[in-house]
Every structure is written in structure tokens, then in C-alpha cells.
């Protein structure tokens, strides 16, 4: 993780194209996409760098229906922040992190 934008880009791509495979392509699955990588800038703006804070605060998001309508798609807001959070870590364990508060387990 590095550059915010093009890792928020990443995050909302992937995060479509995995809804798109795990049930059926919909429009849905853009704007939840488009608004990850929003909120995801956002909050790295606002100097959250922790995998677990910014799942919450995606997770807030997403499933207050007064913020983000996700009616239409099959998963929940908790379901996509986990999926950011997997994401995260996962590069994270690549070698490209810029989250501060994450511990990393030295490889053997």
C-alpha cells in the first residue's frame, strides 16, 4: 500500500469484479465499488491507518441505510468491508504497506 488513490482505485475493482463473479454481474456492484474506493479515501485522508478501524468505519457506512442504499445487492456492508479488510492484509503480507499500526509477522 502505498499511494492512496491507485490502492482505493484497487480496492473498488476488485470489490466489484468479486460481486460480479460471487453472483451475478449487476450495477450494484459498481456503485458499492465506486463508493469503497470514496470512502476508502476518505478515511485515509482523515489519517485512519488501521486494517480494523477502517473496516469499521466502512462497514458504518455501508450498512446505515441512511447513508448507502445496498438494497438491490446480495451481500451486506459488513460483507464488503470484511472483503476490504482481506484485501488489505493481503497486500499488506506482499510487502506493500503504509499502515502504521499493523503488526507484521517476519517470515521464516
Same mark, same amino acid.
Given at each position: 500500500?502505498?499511494?492512496? @488513490? ?19 454481474? /449487476? ?14 479515501? /476518505? *478515511?485515509? =485522508? ?21 447513508? *448507502? ?23 499488506? /503480507? !506482499? =510487502? =506493500?504497506? !503504509? ?6 509477522? @517476519?517470515?521464516?
Amino acid at each position: 500500500l502505498g499511494d492512496v @488513490a491507485s490502492d482505493g482505485k484497487f480496492l473498488g475493482n476488485t470489490i466489484r469484479d468479486t460481486l460480479n463473479k460471487e453472483w451475478i454481474v /449487476q450495477d450494484i456492484h459498481t456503485i458499492i465499488g465506486n463508493e469503497v474506493e470514496k470512502l476508502y479515501i /476518505q *478515511f485515509r =485522508g482523515d489519517g485512519i491507518n488501521d486494517v480494523t478501524l477502517m473496516v469499521l468505519e466502512i462497514g458504518g457506512v455501508l450498512s446505515d441505510k441512511k447513508k *448507502f442504499d445496498m438494497e438491490d445487492a446480495f451481500v451486506n456492508g459488513w460483507d464488503v468491508a470484511n472483503m476490504v479488510g482481506d484485501l488489505l492484509l493481503a497486500r499488506i /503480507q !506482499s =510487502g =506493500g504497506s !503504509s499502515f502504521s499500526d499493523v503488526v507484521r509477522i @517476519a517470515d521464516e
